[in-house]
């Protein structure tokens, strides 16, 4: 479940042409969280979690690896 998510988090900040400290400041998080997501270190927080999916416009399945 850790690589799908940081796989897909990195890939649809990518595609929205964010860099991570972008990102961050939008998820209201530092740059060195964002960074420990994408690298599989550390995972968000349930609430957090929903935010990133309504942000990107996905669901918390599809960031999970549930969905394709």
Do not use: C
């Amino acid at each position: 479940m850790r690589t799908i998510f940081k796989e897909r988090l990195k890939e649809l900040r990518i595609e929205k042409s964010l860099e991570q400290k972008e990102l961050a400041a939008i998820l209201h998080v530092s740059k060195s969280t964002v960074s420990a997501w994408e690298v599989g270190r550390n995972q968000p927080s349930y609430e957090v979690l929903g935010d990133i999916a309504a942000f990107f416009d996905v669901t918390v399945d599809y960031l999970l690896g549930f969905i394709n």
